[in-house]
Each structure stands twice: as structure tokens, then as C-alpha cells.
């Protein structure tokens, strides 16, 4: 892809001056299944139903030191000069790393969160959130819109990224990437996957982007102001500023904005069209057609009773879908095009969805209006298991009892709620559960 470089982009300016105080920031943990995302940012074995939660990234805890850890890298560097990486990068690269038995800790506490897309939109979308990014609007307004006309990508989206990635560049990370990267490669769940970010990383660091241990991020490996992770930095980071380097974390966010709307352009932006838009189902509504693969433009929503949550019909913004993140009692979005893009960063719905609303509320958009059903919860893992158990029991076959929210396992809780005189709207819910038991 192009890489556009701009020397006359402004002096840098502080990310957190005249800031309030920051929120944590916001990175889901788990992925859906079968979706590959920012290149293959994380596997998909995730659970299907995992909410994303708000976590600061913290320091290790400890430095213990694992017997087999060294002698794991001595075979790795073996690999590692196999693919190009010299002696002397490796060198610099694992002086003085040890094994984090912290990051193992993260890795492993992934498979249990059950937060509410209610609770977690109240963190992503908060008042602070969205005044910070109308700050770092006002602050970084020219580098901003320089990069909205190079890229063709909403400014106000990239700033949500960021907002949602970092807190607009407040909790970029600070765990050595090598460190983390080797000590998942070594005694990790997905060794394949991040050896293959740790070559990445250490061929950014031959490059001369960034010194190793200025190379800082997440416990995964996710590094910078939009938390690239190596591979996705390899092949869509841009040198903005025109300094030579592609640097993500410096205080000075420009490489990251830009490297942010290049990645979303790479997979299909549309300028000026929205992610989705709140509507409002009609009584009756047919929710089988409430799904991701059920595309219709908004003239034939329209024709089936669906307008926007104003009573209005909606714009043609091309094929859209509906999609019902709390079930039949929560808020109704009708989804485009860029919806999808935004999927390519992360694929939880939740994510994009606090993306999408974040950068309307930036733009000085409404809240969202339909209320959420907050005496409900999502399912805990266990909680997902027994009700594929109940749910095949009584013959509504789920196809296995895996704790992952699937099509199958849709299916099955829609035709229960049709047998049972329930709204079929398909939603795994705690109230649901209750019914069934």
C-alpha cells in the first residue's frame, strides 16, 4: 500500500497536557470465532460471547526467572537467523531478558469475563471519554484533519481508536514487547502465533524504528498509541512526520493516527457514511432477520417497519443489517459497510460498537436512546455450557456443549423461544437460562 510522508506536519504536542484524568484504557481480551482480524491479531479460539473489559496495562509483578526460559531463546535465535534477523539484533534485542511470569498470569485469567455491553459502553462511552477526545480534537485538529484527507477516514474514528486503544495516549503500555512476546512464544497457550509476533517485532527493531527496550506495549505485545501489534505494524505503519521512522510511541501521536487510517482505509472505509445508526423495530418484527449475513438497503428495512430511533426513515447508506447486541430488550443498530471495517481491528461487537459511538458522540452525536435490559447479565463461561446441556436435553441440539455462543447454539435458543411462546430473538441471556431451568 502507499505510504504518503508529510516533513511539514506540526511540532509535536503533549497527549496528556491539559487532559482531565484519564479512564483506563479499553482493549477487548478474547475474539470471536473464525475471523481473521489485524493480522490475526489474536486466534480463533476465543469465547464467541466475551465482552471486552477496561484494564490499564500494568507493571510485571515479578521477574522469576524460568530454567528452561534461556535455553528456549538459544533455539529460538537458531529461527530467528533462519528468517533474516541478525546476531547482532538478537543480541540487542534479548540483553537481559528474562522470563515474565506475569504475562503467563494475563494470558491465562482471558476465558471468564462476562461484563455486560451495557457496563462496558458506560466505561468506553463515559462523559471523561468523550470530553478527552473533543480535547484532543481541539489539540491535534490540523495533524488530524491532514490525515483524514490523505486517508479518506473520519478523524473523529481514528480518534476513538485511540481513545479506546489508549486513552487518547495515556496507557500506552509499558511491558518490554521482547520480554512478553518470548515468554508467550515459550510457555504460552498460542506459541505459533506469537513467535511469529516476536520475528516481527525483532525485524522493527533491525529496522532502526525504535530502540529495544523503547519497544513498549501490552502484555501481549500490543505497542503504542492504537496498540499495534507487530505483524499488523509491519504491514500498515506509516512514516507521517517524514523523520525516517514509523514511531508509534513517542509522545508525539502523528505516526499512530496515520498508521490508525491506514490500516482502516487498507480494508474499505467510506468516508462520511456511518458504522450504523439506532432504529427501532416494529411490533411483530421478524428477529430471524436479525443477523450479520441478512443484508437489506434501508428503502427494504424500511418497507418491513424499521426506521431510525427518530422516527425518520434512514439515509441510503447502502446494504445494511441488523444487529441486536443485548437481544430483543436492548438498543437495535442498523450496520454498514464500516461497520465491518472497524471489525477488521477488533472483532467484539461491543468494541466496534463503542468505537462507532464514540466517534459520533465526538462529533457531538446523541447517546443512545433505547434503554438496556440492566437486570440481565451475560453468561459466565459455565453458564454458556448448562445452557447448551438444558438446551440439547430438551431437544434443541446446540452440536456440542463448548461454552462458545455459535450459530448452532443461536439456532437452538431461537427455536426454544419459538416452541415456548418467547420472543425468538436467539440471545443467550441470564433470563433465558433461568427459563430453561
Known amino acids: 500500500m502507499r505510504v504518503l510522508v508529510f516533513s511539514s506536519v506540526m511540532a509535536c ?86 522470563y515474565d511470569p506475569e504475562v503467563i ?75 512478553s512476546l518470548s515468554t508467550l512464544a515459550f510457555d504460552g497457550r498460542r506459541g505459533k502465533f506469537f513467535e511469529s509476533q516476536l520475528i516481527a517485532a525483532l525485524q522493527i527493531l533491525q529496522s532502526g524504528d525504535v530502540p529495544p527496550r523503547e519497544m513498549t506495549g501490552s502484555w501481549a505485545g500490543a505497542m503504542g498509541h492504537t496498540q499495534f501489534i507487530p505483524t499488523s505494524y509491519l504491514a500498515y505503519a506509516v512514516d507521517y512526520t517524514g523523520d525516517g521512522k514509523r514511531d508509534i510511541w513517542s509522545d508525539n501521536p502523528s505516526d499512530a493516527l496515520a498508521s490508525t487510517a491506514a490500516y482502516l482505509e487498507r480494508f474499505g472505509w467510506v468516508k462520511g457514511q456511518p458504522w450504523g445508526v439506532e432504529v427501532q423495530l416494529p411490533r411483530g418484527f421478524n ?97 454458556r455450557q448448562e445452557m447448551q446441556q438444558r438446551l440439547t436435553r430438551k431437544g434443541f441440539d446446540t452440536q456440542g456443549v463448548d461454552g462458545k455462543i455459535g450459530p448452532n447454539t443461536s439456532a437452538a435458543v431461537r427455536a426454544y423461544q419459538v416452541a415456548n411462546s418467547l420472543v425468538p430473538d436467539g440471545h443467550a441471556s441470564l433470563s433465558l437460562l433461568k427459563h430453561l431451568r
Not at 486466534?43 to 484494564?55: G, K, M, N
Request: no cysteine.
Open 287 to 383: 428477529y430471524g432477520l436479525a443477523n450479520r449475513r441478512t443484508k437489506k438497503n434501508p428503502a427494504q428495512w424500511s418497507a418491513l417497519g424499521i426506521t431510525g430511533i427518530d422516527g425518520r426513515a434512514v439515509p441510503d447508506y447502502g446494504a445494511g443489517s441488523i444487529l441486536l447486541p443485548a437481544g430483543s430488550n436492548g438498543a437495535a443498530f442498523m450496520v454498514f459497510k464500516n461497520f465491518r471495517v472497524i471489525e477488521r481491528y477488533n472483532a467484539a461487537d461491543a468494541y466496534v460498537i463503542a468505537v462507532g459511538h464514540l466517534s459520533d458522540r465526538i462529533r457531538g452525536g446523541d447517546p443512545i436512546r433505547h434503554p438496556w435490559p440492566r437486570d440481565d447479565r451475560d453468561l459466565s463461561f459455565k453458564e
Open 105 to 179: 498470569r494475563r494470558d491465562q485469567n482471558q476465558s471468564e469475563f462476562t461484563t455486560s455491553i451495557w457496563e462496558y459502553l458506560d466505561s468506553a462511552v463515559s462523559d471523561k471519554r468523550i470530553e478527552n477526545g473533543k480535547e484532543a480534537l481541539r489539540l491535534h485538529h490540523q495533524q488530524l484533519q491532514q490525515i483524514e484527507a490523505t486517508y479518506g477516514v473520519d478523524k473523529e474514528v481514528v480518534l476513538a481508536v485511540w481513545g479506546m486503544e489508549s486513552s487518547y495516549g495515556t496507557f500506552r503500555g509499558n511491558m518490554d514487547v521482547i520480554r
Open 13 to 98: 504536542l503533549s497527549t496528556t497536557a491539559s487532559f482531565a484524568a484519564p479512564v483506563a484504557s479499553l482493549r477487548p481480551e478474547g475474539r470471536p470465532d473464525g475471523i481473521a482480524l489485524k493480522d490475526k491479531n489474536y486466534p480463533a479460539d476465543a469465547v464467541t460471547t466475551i465482552r471486552p473489559v477496561a484494564r490499564p496495562d500494568l507493571a510485571p509483578q515479578s521477574v522469576a526467572q524460568n530454567p528452561g526460559f534461556q535455553t528456549w531463546i538459544k533455539e529460538f535465535r537458531k529461527r530467528a537467523v533462519a528468517q533474516d534477523i541478525s546476531n547482532a539484533t538478537l543480541n540487542r534485542a534479548f540483553n537481559g531478558v528474562t
